[in-house]
Nanobody
């Protein structure tokens, strides 16, 4: 049974930082590209960042570039998203997801991910 469990969300003031973690089990984590997505109320789920299976290829959405850092430790089946200089517009439920293919760089399309966590809420107060 595949499980992706996010943690680290919470309430932070604008300009503050949070570190999200995603713990994976039940899948060959080291062979899957992974992604962080977010969904704000009334909006579609959007890709925030993705990282290839090896960690050698990383993508950030323009809205978070320079503020967020995605990383992974395959030996620990974990992925993190360090979020700095948070803005009110970053407020959303954040999800980690596993790409459906092996040894790839990760899809830009939400439909390319076949396993999802339950999400963790990030609230940014202005």
């Amino acid at each position: 049974q595949v499980q992706l469990v996010e943690s680290g969300g919470g309430l932070v003031q604008a300009g503050g930082s949070l570190r999200l973690s995603c713990a994976a089990s039940g899948l060959t984590f080291s062979s899957r590209a992974m992604g962080w997505f977010r969904q704000a109320p009334g909006k579609e789920r959007e890709l925030v960042a993705k990282i290839s299976w090896s960690g050698g290829s990383i993508y950030y959405a323009d809205s978070v570039k320079g503020r967020f850092t995605i990383s992974r430790v395959n030996a620990k089946n974990t992925m993190t998203l360090q979020m700095n200089s948070l803005k009110p517009e970053d407020m959303a439920v954040y999800y980690c997801a596993a790409d459906s293919t092996y040894y790839g760089v990760g899809s830009y399309d939400i439909r390319g991910y076949n396993y999802w966590g339950q999400g963790t809420q990030v609230t940014v107060s202005s």
